[in-house]
Structure formats: C-alpha cells, structure tokens
C-alpha cells in the first residue's frame, strides 16, 4: 500500500514540489488549508503532513506556529526547497506576447524586477499553482502565470522564462509532521529539537530562561513568540536548537528552561537536513 502525504494547495504547489523532493515514493495528498492537511494525517487519511514553516525572503509563514502545538502531531523532518520562480503560458506564446501574470502576491513580489523589466502587469492569484490551472483553463496568449516548472508540467503549459525571482537564495523551509514521535535517530549534519513554551509571570523570566542555553554551549537557531487565545499578556514562545534532548547540554539547559517556564510541549526531534549550513 503506498503511503500518503499530505499538503496545503493545488497540485503543482511548492508545497507539492517538496513532497516529490523529500518523499519521492510517497503519493502526495493536495489539502485546501494547512489545517485540513494536518487532519488529515490524524485521521489516517495521510501519513505524513510536510507544511512550510518559513521562506528566507518573505520570514515566517502567518499561522503555522499556532497551529503545531495544538495539531497532536509531532516535527519528524525538515527540508529546505529552493524555490526557483518561472513564468508560464500557453504552449508556444512567446515572452513579447505576455501582458499580464498572475500568482500570489508574495511571489508576484519576489519577480517584481523581471516583470518591469518586460512591461508585465501583475494579477493576484490565490496560489502559484492555481494560477496555472487558471492560464491552462483560459486560452489567453497575453496571460501567465509565475509557478514551479512541475505545475507547468501539470496543467500542460510552457517554461518561457526559468528562474526569474530576484534573489538567487530564496529558499523555504519545510517541516515534515507525523502522527508519531521519533527519538531514536541521529542525522549525520546533526540534530535539531523543536518545542513551544511559555515563560512565569516574573520580571526577566525569559531572560532567565534563555541562560541555560547560553552556560550550556547550546545553539538556539530560531526563537519566535505570538499570542495565544487574543490575550496580550499571554504570550508563548517558539524555539528551534540544535542538539537532542538525550544530549547532557540540552538536558541541563532544558531543566533550566522548565525552571522558569509554566508549560513546555515538545514538538519534535529531527535530523537536521545538510541544507542547513
């Protein structure tokens, strides 16, 4: 039986792209909104759930911190896709032909200098590869699409100009969720550790609560807060480090951390993907 995993977006989405490139033997499972791909790993409909957590031009994505604690699921992976941006159309129409391109507002934003340059006027799509369909499904030689080459392949359109977005390293990173938690592995570039937590309602408490990371010799790579419940003073922290929690500077900077903190819900224990560095 081939496992399943799942995906927020239309087939073709970068999303999709990184399901081939991280799980290429799995079949992928479009969803309508991350919540509905999260649900669907936990009715067992999917294995495994890959959402996009943060873009290296754009920063995080809105509402995926809030959503992992309270999705049951646990962090497994992580992996880091390039996202190469390319203008679409009907077979055969050429670049002078183009008037017009649609696409989501972020990657209408990440070609902004390509599209002056050629005199294209930019349309808001609700996703890349909606887009596509939508030029696939109109016949109109003066529109395309900005999107991954696999939702060109897809929705039957052509490649007319290949890697136009204006940084060389845009990059998003994926993480891949499972209903069930591993400790057992060890990636050869490393491990890293996510959790959520929320500090005591004490002065400097999160100062307090970060120096066992800093006496420990452990690296925290991200540290993110939001509010919870549409409460201001209730505010709850992100955080990924690199190490696992069987590691004694992780243990001792983790009971530190539980010293100052209300609650801490570990979300996941993963190899570091090599793309990292």
């Known amino acids: 039986m081939t496992s399943v995993i799942a995906f927020q977006g239309e087939p073709g989405a970068y999303s999709h792209q990184a399901c081939v490139e991280a799980r290429p033997n799995m079949e992928a499972l479009p969803c309508r909104t991350f919540e509905d791909a999260i649900e669907a790993v936990r009715k067992g409909d999917a294995d495994l759930a890959m959402l996009p957590v943060e873009n290296s031009t754009y920063g995080r994505v809105a509402d995926i911190h809030s959503l992992l604690p309270e999705s049951g699921l646990h962090i497994i992976d992580e992996a880091f896709v390039r996202v190469h941006i390319n203008l679409l159309a009907l077979p055969g129409t050429p670049l002078s032909k183009i008037e017009r391109a649609m696409s989501h507002t972020v990657l209408l934003g990440q070609c902004r200098e390509f599209l002056q340059e050629h005199g294209i006027h930019r349309i808001a799509g609700a996703d890349t590869a909606g887009s596509a369909q939508h030029v696939a499904e109109t016949g109109d030689e003066t529109l395309g699409a900005l999107a991954s080459e696999l939702a060109g392949e897809i929705y039957g359109l052509d490649v007319v100009a290949r890697h136009i977005e204006d940084h060389d390293r845009n990059t ?36 307090k609560a970060m120096g066992g990371f800093a006496t420990n010799g452990v690296n925290m790579t991200k540290l993110e807060s939001y509010m919870v419940g549409g409460n201001f003073t209730a505010t709850q922290f992100y955080a990924d480090i690199e190490g696992h929690p069987d590691d004694r500077n992780v243990q001792l900077a983790m009971e530190e951390l539980d010293y100052f903190t209300d609650q801490i819900t570990l979300l996941g224990v993963y190899p570091a993907d090599p793309r990292r560095r």
Do not use: H, Q, W
Request: no cysteine; proline share 3%; hydrophobic share 45%.
């Open 172 to 207: 998003t990173r994926f993480l891949i969720m499972s209903r069930e938690l591993d400790l057992k592995r060890r990636g050869s570039a490393g491990m890293m550790t996510s959790f959520v937590f929320s500090v005591r309602n004490i002065p400097a408490a999160l100062y």
